[in-house]
Structure formats: C-alpha cells, structure tokens
C-alpha cells in the first residue's frame, strides 16, 4: 500500500463517509504540523495544544528571574492555574516526603524545583505539566506534574480527532476548522517532491514558500470553496478572519 495512503488509513480511520476526504498530501502536511506541534510542545514552546489545554508556559530560567526579588503582586507565592514548566536540570533530589524533586538550572540565588511523576527518570532537560506552584523558601515548587511527552501526546490525538469531526460535517472550533483549511490550501500548492511529513526541511522549504505566493488569496478562497461544496461546517471559521497562516 502506498506510504501517504497507509498513513491517511492511520490518521482517519473513519472517514469513508466523511463529508470531506482530505487528499494524500494533506494528510501529509497535517502530520508534520503535528508532529511540528509535539515537538515545539516538549521544547516548552507557544502551541496550539498548549493553548488548547490552558497551560501558562513557565521556562524555569524566566521563573527564576521572575521570582529574583521573591513573591511579589505580579508573580504570587501560590498559583494555581496549570503550567508548562521547561528547563535544564540541574540536579535530582528526594524530599522529606520521598518525592523526587528536579531542581533546574536557574541563576542563582532563585532555585526552580518541580516534582517529578512517578516512575519518571532523570533527564539532562526536563519539560512538565504541573497544576500549581508554591514558593517555599525563596524556591518557587511545581507540584502535581506529568510527563509532558504524555499530555502532549493525548492532546494530539485529541486534536486528530477533533479535525475529523470537522472534516465529517461535525461542529468544531474556529481553531480547528482554520487548521485543517490552512493545511489543505498548502498541500494544494506543494510540489509532488515535497518532503513532507519526514523530510521536514524540504518540507517547512516548501511550506513557505507557498506563504509567499502572489496567488496565495486566490488558492486559500479556492480551498473554502471545496470545504463548502464538500457540505461541511463552516459556521467557526467563517466567523474569523481566513488565515492560511
């Protein structure tokens, strides 16, 4: 079976009836996003799954920085809003309650520590998931964390999912429907020749220059256009401003 065609089965597994069949290269295309996304992801970068899943991104150096002068009215002694804490690690310690807790490599005098999920093991770069952060002696503490390579992983899947309910003519978000549009009007103006999912150089090359197009407009208004004939939902991204970013 062709490679393209495999991984299309792989991706969409159930779409034979969909309202809209989305074509080998932008199968394709969507896989090096993802893939693009993951990675980003677990370098504690800006995403659409972390903004998605609400995650504040916490680099420990910036925390560190952040917390310089101690708990302030910008940068509390206790937050409870879930984060994307990412960093060098210095050293790996066990705590008075028996958690192994990470600390970062951070300028001194501000340590960064972060619990680390059971059973995960040491690594010279960390990046976590974790619900809160207290400061405990000057040393901002993130606790309940999870593997990020983990949640990242769910929230790709669930964010397949989420293109093949638009791509079956199910409500979804703007986010959604303008992610699988952009990645259909690029596919549309790839080469056959374009790398992607696994030459991913060849295939950013190729991605960007479809940006620069002078004809860009007039294939993003042609790529609607087969969405609508197609009968799906439009409703979320005609409601935005049409991207292809």
């Not at 974790?130 to 606790?143: G, I, K, L, N, W």
Request: net charge neutral; proline share 7%; glycine share 6%.
């Amino acid at each position: 079976m062709n490679r393209l065609i495999a991984l299309l089965c792989a991706v969409f597994p159930a779409l034979s009836s969909a309202a809209y069949s989305p074509t080998a290269t932008e199968t394709a295309v969507f896989e090096a996003v993802l893939r693009d996304e993951l990675n980003t992801f677990l370098e504690g970068g800006e995403t659409v799954i972390g903004n998605r899943l609400g995650l504040a991104r916490a680099p420990a150096v910036a925390v560190a920085l952040a917390y310089a002068r101690g708990a302030s009215s910008p940068y509390p002694a206790s937050v409870d809003n879930a984060m994307l804490i990412s960093g060098a690690v210095a050293s790996i310690e066990r705590d008075a309650r028996g958690k192994h807790m990470a600390a970062f490599a951070t300028p001194h005098p501000v340590t960064v520590r972060a619990e680390l999920p059971p059973g995960m093991s040491a690594a010279a770069s960390l990046t976590l998931v974790c619900a809160r952060m207290r400061v405990v002696d000057r040393s901002p503490t993130f606790v309940d964390c999870q593997d990020a390579a983990v949640v990242g992983r769910q929230a790709v899947a669930a964010l397949k999912a989420d293109v093949a309910n638009f791509y079956a003519g199910k409500p979804t978000e703007a986010n959604v429907s303008r992610m699988a549009i952009n990645v259909a009007f690029y596919a549309s103006q790839l080469p056959a020749n374009h790398g992607c999912p696994d030459e991913v150089a060849q295939c950013r090359q190729h991605i960007e220059a479809a940006i620069a197009s002078p004809s860009r407009a007039q294939a993003l208004r042609a790529t609607v256009r087969r969405f609508q004939d197609a009968g799906v939902d439009m409703s979320p991204y005609e409601g935005g401003a049409p991207s292809a970013d």
